[in-house]
């Protein structure tokens, strides 16, 4: 699909800021697992998976209240 790898497997653990990761479960392209495994590997520092629903390419804008609020708890417990 893409000739770029990124290893952000090898990196997370690197990032010392806050995480964020939004993933939908119903994503075709990118299978949620992935999203669990970058969790998993990003040590102790303060982090929020927030599933999502829609495809591949949906927008925060278009993930309704539930990721709204979830991006707003995230932002507000990491001033």
Known sequence: M????????DRMPRIGAPLLILH?????????????????ASGSRAKTLL??????????SQGGRDVEEGLRRFLDGNK
């Open 2 to 9: 893409s000739r770029i790898f990124f290893d952000n497997l």
């Open 24 to 40: 939908s479960r119903d994503d075709k392209t990118i299978p949620f697992r992935h999203a669990e495994v970058l969790l998993a």
């Open 51 to 60: 599933p999502t629903h829609g495809s591949h390419n949906i927008s925060v």
